[in-house]
């Protein structure tokens, strides 16, 4: 049967083919180095730190403010 194909179908075959085996490569590749997000233990923390943390990242120098006046 794929003996009497055409060679330009039997082409588009074996190219159809080293495609799908080269994204299916590819997506192992890569869910190889990533991980889930919902499967992070420590999700809340890392969304919404703790209260035992005291650095305030947005605090507001008012020193200079005040040596102009």
Known sequence: MFLEVKRSKKIFVIVGVL???????????ISRKTTFPGSKKHL???????ED??????KIDTSINSEKE
């Open 19 to 29: 495609f799908i085996i080269g994204t299916l490569v590819a997506l192992w590749d």
């Open 44 to 50: 809340k923390e890392s969304v919404a730190p703790s």
């Open 53 to 58: 943390d005291k650095s305030d990242t947005t």
